[in-house]
């Protein structure tokens, strides 16, 4: 089933902070984010696995709640590179290599 | 740099023609993965093959066939495109944790 994403676009200033959410119904093994700039192939971000843990380069960080079956993704001081789509995808079992995808949420940086 | 190639990158056809979207990765992964995506929409698995001579069909229904006879080369066919095969087309691979590496993608137009 796929996962939910919200909200399903946003618009910052450079510098702001923005949180997307990825959310299940299902049990969840990991969770995956990749973003896709316009016209381009979508590129991974971070992985997380069934274990609440959180991750992060750079100002983009992920956490991943085990009991809600939800991620969040936390773009800070956000910069002009970081428009794009994200998506997040994921994997119900360690052995299922099949991701699915939720539908997105655009992002737009604005000067 | 890419290490996994789709040709074409655009392709416009008319209904009936037969079709073959390439894909070819240089990293040695095992697992490969056909996903149709069409604009500004989100990712939708059609294809997946965990190895050679194995091939699975995907979440979305797709009258498109695979094959892996080699381990680097994952071929999608489509025997008689229609209007509503109109879509872009992205492969990727994957090792491991299941980090999808995507290709450029191929951008199909069927008139």
């Known amino acids: 089933q796929q996962p939910v994403q919200s909200p399903q676009a946003v618009i910052l200033r450079e510098g702001e902070d923005a949180v997307i959410n990825c959310s299940s119904s299902?049990?969840?093994?990991?969770v995956h984010w990749y973003r896709q700039k316009h016209g381009e192939a979508p590129v991974f971000l971070m992985i997380?696995?069934?274990?609440?843990e959180q991750k992060g380069h750079d100002k983009i960080s992920a956490s991943f709640n085990e009991k809600k079956q939800q991620s969040s993704l936390y773009l800070t001081a956000s910069q002009l590179s970081y428009s794009g789509t994200y998506f997040c995808?994921?994997?119900?079992?360690?052995?299922?290599?099949?991701?699915?995808f939720g539908k997105g949420t655009k992002l737009s940086v604005i000067p | 740099e890419a290490d996994i190639y789709q040709t074409p990158r655009y392709l416009v056809i008319g209904t009936g023609k037969k079709i073959t979207l390439e894909c070819s990765q240089t990293?040695?992964?095992?697992?490969m993965y056909w996903y149709q995506q069409d604009p500004g929409m989100e990712l939708h698995l059609i294809h997946y093959?965990?190895?050679?001579?194995?091939?699975e069909k995907g979440d979305l229904s797709s009258e498109s066939t695979v094959s892996r006879i080699r381990t680097e080369h994952f071929p999608l066919t489509l025997e008689s495109a229609r209007p509503s095969h109109t879509s872009q087309y992205l492969c990727?691979?994957?090792?491991?944790?299941?980090?999808?590496?995507f290709g450029a993608g191929s951008r199909l137009t069927v008139l």
């Open positions: 990727a691979s994957s090792f491991g944790a299941n980090v999808l590496t």
């Open positions: 299902k049990a969840l093994y990991s």
């Open positions: 997380l696995l069934k274990g609440g």
């Open positions: 995808g994921t994997a119900t079992g360690a052995g299922s290599y099949q991701l699915t």
């Open positions: 990293m040695g992964h095992d697992k």
């Open positions: 093959s965990y190895g050679v001579n194995s091939t």
